[in-house]
């Protein structure tokens, strides 16, 4: 059987963060605000998975109201989550990140983020896209307020 997943998240800029995409750091003046290390694209990738093997989503695995995943690494919670899926029979196909946002440009990051996936998604580098696009000004991402990601992701058994 094959199976679908899909994942959105947004997180908001802010001051004195580091800007994690796909744990890759990327130089910015501004981080991503949020209870773990804020890595927008990874989150909306897990909530993917999740998705595909209709196991919940990313605020019931990992709520942000406990501490244990206070700045946590979330290619550590993807991990994770592929670790849980897999051990209920299923493995990945491929995944599909488009990342959204006016700043920064991300395409010199855009192969790490592919490499860095792989390993936790258990997949070749080929297996997993990672894209970036703008909304040309429009609304609160295009005012630079923060960053938007979304994922699709397939799995098999
Ligand atoms: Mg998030």
């Known amino acids: 059987m094959i199976r679908t997943g899909i994942g959105f998240d947004v997180h908001r800029f802010a001051e004195g963060r580091k800007l994690v995409l796909c744990g890759v750091v990327v130089p910015h003046e501004f981080g991503l605000l949020g209870h773990s290390d804020a890595d927008v694209a990874t989150h909306a990738l897990i909530d993917a998975m999740l998705g595909a093997a209709a196991a919940g989503d990313i605020g019931k695995l990992f709520p942000d109201t406990d501490d244990r995943w206070k700045d946590a690494d979330s290619v550590g919670l993807l991990r994770d989550v592929v670790a849980r899926i897999c051990r209920t029979g299923w493995g990945v196909v491929n995944v599909d990140i488009t ?50 990601a979304m994922a699709v992701a397939t799995i098999s058994d």
């Open 99 to 148: 990342i959204v946002c006016e700043v920064p440009k991300l395409a010199p990051y855009i192969e790490e983020m592919r490499a860095n996936l792989a390993d936790p998604l258990r997949v070749e580098m080929d297996c997993v896209s990672v894209k970036a696009t703008t909304v040309e000004g429009l609304g609160a991402i295009g005012r630079r307020e923060g960053i938007a």
